[in-house]
């Protein structure tokens, strides 16, 4: 379905359907479903069912698929952050997980490189924990990290996203914690696909790794996976909903419907069951069009970009040069916006440029896009 369609649910709220040509952003909707993830959660919603039980059942499907040891599904890649900290403070203690936020007694800094700072770092604080910073945003060494472990290490962050810099690298990451006994936790929030990510980071011997589950893979927008190894794992639900006792959880308004956690596990299904390449075409073709579209414009050289470390998948990058005379970045982007249907491009990169994602543009929409851009760019 395309943005040209006004759904009657969001017309009566008077709010019109958009082009998502900045990937799978929370601000724009995340993902769409598809209807047999749709379904389920329509079958899911009909009855009662033992949220423990299913908690578990679900958990199992998840490790299944990152081969891990044991699994979660949690309110969103956020939350699974703000347990994964939990779960190092607190061990497997109930004393100390009813004691959360207050950390008094507990190992409770959170190591983070200076290069992975970003605006979805708050939830490794929210259960209490205090973040410690190490290197500096451009340059950091082993010895950073080795300097800066010490008798109140909870645990390293690690952070995987585009644009964050590698620094030491996680395979270092984990070698250094581990030799001081402490836990690896990651946020890979946006890194599926590649599906083989999903594995990649335990593979490597990650205590905790989190994914979004309505980014990629495609899930409901505010769940996510978590996994890792089975005693922290334990701790990790232990601070979640905590059906077993009558500990007060600091995970409990992170909570998961049955209906979402239905959802999670048929997207994943489908998506780790689904081919790469495939999915990998149909964005190309996609940039393909678009880059043909917008060529021999004066000033603006298209490039079609895919650095896994940089883009979600192939897209068509708008870069300007010195003769380039037309409006600026953000009048384009205004423009963009402001038209009917609404197009919503990217503009962050390592330099200026407008970046059109093609992850989440429905078939057809690249005609749109390439429409506009051109009655903007071409005077
Ligand atoms: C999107 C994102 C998050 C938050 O994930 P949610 O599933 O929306 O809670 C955290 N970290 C990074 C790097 C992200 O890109």
Redesign the pocket.
């Known amino acids: 379905m395309t943005a040209n369609h006004w759904p009657e649910v969001y017309k009566k709220l008077g709010v019109k359907p958009i082009i998502n040509a900045q990937s799978?952003?929370?601000a724009l909707g995340?993902s769409i479903m598809r209807p047999e993830v749709l379904q389920a959660m329509d079958d899911a919603a009909g009855v009662f069912i033992d949220i423990k039980k299913l908690n578990l059942a679900a958990g199992e499907v998840v490790a299944r698929a990152c081969g891990a040891e044991r699994g979660l599904v949690?309110?969103?890649?956020?939350?699974?952050?703000v347990l994964m900290v939990a779960a190092c403070m607190t061990g497997t203690s109930e004393l100390n997980a009813e004691q959360l936020p207050d950390t008094t007694g507990m190992k409770n800094e959170i190591l983070l490189y200076r290069g992975h700072r970003?605006?979805?770092?708050k939830?490794f604080i929210t259960s209490g924990g205090r973040l410690v910073e190490f290197g500096g945003h451009d340059h950091v060494t082993p010895n950073d990290l080795e300097n800066a472990i010490g008798d109140n290490t909870a645990c390293v962050a690690f952070?995987?996203?585009?644009f964050?810099p590698a620094g030491i690298g996680l395979a270092e990451t984990i070698k250094i914690a581990h030799n001081h006994g402490v836990p690896v936790i990651v946020?890979?929030?946006?890194?599926v696909p590649p599906r083989a990510n999903l594995t990649k980071f335990h593979e490597m011997g990650a205590d905790l790794v989190?994914?979004?589950?309505?980014?990629g893979i495609g899930g409901p927008?505010?769940?996510?996976l978590l996994a890792g190894k089975a005693e922290l794992m334990e701790a990790v639900v232990m601070n979640s909903l905590n059906l077993d006792s009558s500990v007060a959880a600091i995970g409990r308004p992170m909570k998961v419907s049955k209906e979402n956690i239905i959802g999670l596990v048929t997207a994943l299904q489908i998506f780790t069951d689904s081919d790469e390449a495939t999915e990998w075409q149909g964005w190309q073709s996609k940039a393909d069009f678009i880059a043909k579209q917008l060529t021999g414009i004066n000033g603006v050289r298209v490039e079609i970009e895919d650095d896994p470390s940089e883009r979600q998948g192939p897209q068509p990058v708008l870069y300007f040069d010195d003769s380039y005379s037309g409006p600026s970045i953000s009048e384009i982007k205004q423009r963009l916006e402001n038209g009917d249907p609404g197009i919503y491009v990217g503009v962050m990169g390592s330099k200026e440029e407008i970046n059109i994602v093609m992850v989440n543009v429905q078939d057809g929409e690249e005609i749109v896009i390439a429409d506009r851009l051109n009655q903007i760019l071409r005077p």
């Open positions: 799978w952003v929370t995340g949690t309110g969103g890649c956020s939350a699974a952050q970003n605006r979805y770092d939830a952070v995987i996203a585009p964050l946020d890979a929030a946006a890194e989190a994914f979004s589950g309505g980014k927008q505010s769940t996510g």
